[in-house]
């Protein structure tokens, strides 16, 4: 999980080792990944988000797709 | 609470205080504990995709979003300086201490430099990228890789 100036840097990066591009997530999403993810990480009842949360979580930043899917099957 | 939540918050505790990973020893001075009742429990966190250990089964890799381990993700929050795991985890660290911070890391194509502010709100506006090249449902089959 990496960070890139722009979606052609990606795309560059991508092309160079023959793999396809996965989606581009902007700063404000991968923020909303963050804060949801580890906001409260430090506290007794954190836990893992499980499968449904997590799809809740991207569904709610954009994030759709089986890409996004932690349990898809198809990759 | 139960003797392994309490063994993950010292764990996290460690690392938010010190940005190192902690011993066993560590823990078991904080816990009043031993360092075998310790490593333990470092399997049973493990073993809930809460840890990622070295080989030895002692040395903590990963407590995301912090890494045990050096690497090109850095975060200073308060005057300590953290490794993270990944650039989600460069920003999971600010968001999981709820301070502001600064995230040093780089585009892995050109190398230019990254040096993004985060508030307690989140990074302001910027045209920087986030990639991941895993899917969702394979991140924790080689959780370094992703």
Known sequence: ?75 | MDFLTSVKLAIYRHFAKTGAAPAPHDIASALGSTPNEIQEAYGQLRANRVLLLERDGVTIRMAPPFSGVPTQHRVAVDGVKYFANCAWDALGIPAALHKPGTVYSRCEQTMEPLELIVSEDGPGPSTWIFHSLVPAAKWWHDLVFT
């Open chain 1, 1 to 75: 999980m990496l960070f890139f100036r722009s979606e052609e840097r990606l795309r560059e990066w991508c092309a160079a080792r023959g793999v396809t591009p996965g989606p581009a997530v902007s700063m404000a999403q991968l923020w909303g990944l963050a804060a949801q993810w580890y906001g409260t990480r430090l506290e007794p009842s954190a836990r893992r988000p499980g499968p449904d949360e997590m799809r809740q979580i991207f569904a709610g930043l954009g994030l759709t797709g089986a890409f996004w899917d932690p349990q898809a099957d198809n990759f």
